[in-house]
Nanobody
Framework: QVHLQESGGRLVQAGGSLKLSCSAS????????GGWFRQPPGKDREFLAA????????DYAASVKGRFTISRGNVTNTLILEMNNLTPEDTAIYFC?????????????????WGQGTQVTVSS
């Protein structure tokens, strides 16, 4: 079982930037990729971006490509999500998760365990 801890969310003005962090622990060795997701108020959780723990494969949802950047943190098994030019539509709880296959990360319903997430609120 992978344990996840997201942080960095806060209130930010439209047009601003924010950096989120995710720390994964537990059975991370059973996974090959980490990814970011978000769940806007009243909507389903959606995939945002994924990256290999030990390779350079990356994948982005079309809705955030060019605005959001995923990277690995300096500490092992950490993920970073840099978000630029934020809009109120980016308001959501942001989560991370990990999987063996990058394709699995595009299917949020495939995951039964999530961290608490971190709240990002973008004001207009």
């Amino acid at each position: 079982q992978v344990h996840l801890q997201e942080s960095g969310g806060r209130l930010v003005q439209a047009g601003g930037s924010l950096k989120l962090s995710c720390s994964a622990s537990g059975s991370v060795a059973n996974t090959e990729y980490g990814g970011w997701f978000r769940q806007p108020p009243g909507k389903d959780r959606e995939f945002l971006a994924a990256i290999g723990w030990d390779n350079e494969n990356v994948d982005y949802a079309a809705s955030v490509k060019g605005r959001f950047t995923i990277s690995r943190g300096n500490v092992t098994n950490t993920l970073i999500l840099e978000m630029n030019n934020l809009t109120p539509e980016d308001t959501a709880i942001y989560f991370c998760n990990a999987a063996r296959h990058i394709s699995t990360l595009r299917q949020p319903t495939a995951f039964g365990i999530w961290g608490q997430g971190t709240q990002v609120t973008v004001s207009s």
